[in-house]
């Protein structure tokens, strides 16, 4: 008995020890997309706001593109279980289970959950070509010629790709859009600014500044209700107001470690999470890109992971129903 108190004391110690240590080196915040677009975005900001609660840690951001996001990640899930590697993802982590049928990594077994980051409503784009002023107008013409449209995202599994899936699904057109994949947001949208594609499912961290500048026509927002705080968005209609029932659809990010990362280091990270979630420059940057921070049960490891679960089932039916598989 006196040997395995010793024992938990020993393990209690050094694992206060080494929370106390970390890091001991630069963390590396895997981005499983190209630089530039949203999700990028949202690292970038997520690690100057968690340098200061980790000592002023030297935080690096690595984009590692491909494949939907799951080269990135299982870069992450293969990568050293000391915390010095972190991943940023979207809903990603939940739509590949549907999207890929053989996956090099399983996204509730081989990752520790950190917490989450941010809600991202989507926006509705069209070319400026459109003749549409609005959405109704919008809606109306897509009806009359889906078949003859082009529909643009930023590759399976992209957030725009299941945007675009799950719209087209609620629209139940005669005719489907024809989906043009791109190598990245970015391209994707210079495809829509020049004319080149109809229309774009995008996260408000990438299209604010696109519709503010008049670059691209702002139709509507995936959210329940509009945005009435976001300046540029205030005036376009929710989907739900619009008439496409039940619409609700948010782009969420969170944080991740490798499997088996100690639970001292786990916590640490989670900690500097939520200290950096209440930073006011991170909110407000977050804020001017249409982003809401967490503040629920799902800043917690735990939260988090439930929920992940929970949108695991529901994409997967989704993915399911439209036949759409990235394999």
């Known amino acids: 008995m006196k040997k395995l108190v010793v024992l938990a004391l020993s393990a209690a110690i050094s694992a206060g020890a080494l929370a106390q240590t970390f890091p001991s080196k630069p963390i590396t915040i895997v981005v499983p997309f190209a630089a530039g677009g949203p999700t990028d975005l949202v690292a970038r900001q997520l690690a100057e706001a968690m340098r200061k609660p980790l000592g002023d840690a030297n935080i690096i951001v690595e984009n590692a593109a491909g494949a939907g996001g799951t080269i990135g990640a299982g870069k992450v899930a293969r990568a050293d279980k000391d915390g010095h590697t972190l991943l940023v993802w979207h809903i990603g982590m939940a739509a590949t289970a549907g999207l890929y049928r053989k996956l090099p990594f399983k996204a509730l077994d081989d990752f520790e959950y950190l917490g ?20 109704k107008e ?50 994707a949208m210079n495809a829509l600014i020049g004319g080149q594609v109809d229309v774009m499912c995008d996260q408000t961290t990438n299209t604010v500044s696109q519709i503010e500048a008049g670059r691209v026509k702002g ?27 039940d619409f609700n659809l948010t ?32 909110i407000k940057r977050q804020e001017a890109l249409g982003a809401v921070i967490v503040t629920d049960n799902r800043i917690t490891p735990e939260g988090h992971k439930t929920f992940v679960a929970g949108q695991i089932k529901s994409l997967s039916a989704v993915i399911q129903a439209a036949g759409q598989f990235a394999d």
């Open 138 to 187: 919008f809606a109306s013409y897509i009806q009359a010629n889906g078949g003859k449209l082009n529909l643009a995202h930023a590759g399976l599994g992209s957030a725009s790709h299941l945007c675009g899936l799950m719209w087209q699904s609620a629209l139940k057109l005669d005719k489907a859009m024809t989906t043009i994949p791109f190598g990245g947001t970015a391209p």
């Open 116 to 135: 989450m980051i941010n809600d991202v409503p989507m926006t509705l784009l069209g070319s400026p070509k459109l003749e549409a002023k609005n959405y």
């Open 251 to 282: 782009i969420w990010h969170g944080l991740y470690a490798p499997k088996g990362t100690p639970a001292a280091v786990t916590k640490r990270l989670n900690d500097a999470l939520k200290v950096a979630l209440k930073d006011p420059e991170f």
């Open 219 to 245: 139709f509507a927002v995936t959210t329940a209700k509009p945005l009435s705080d976001n300046k540029v968005l205030k005036d376009l209609p929710s989907l739900q107001q619009a008439g496409v029932k």
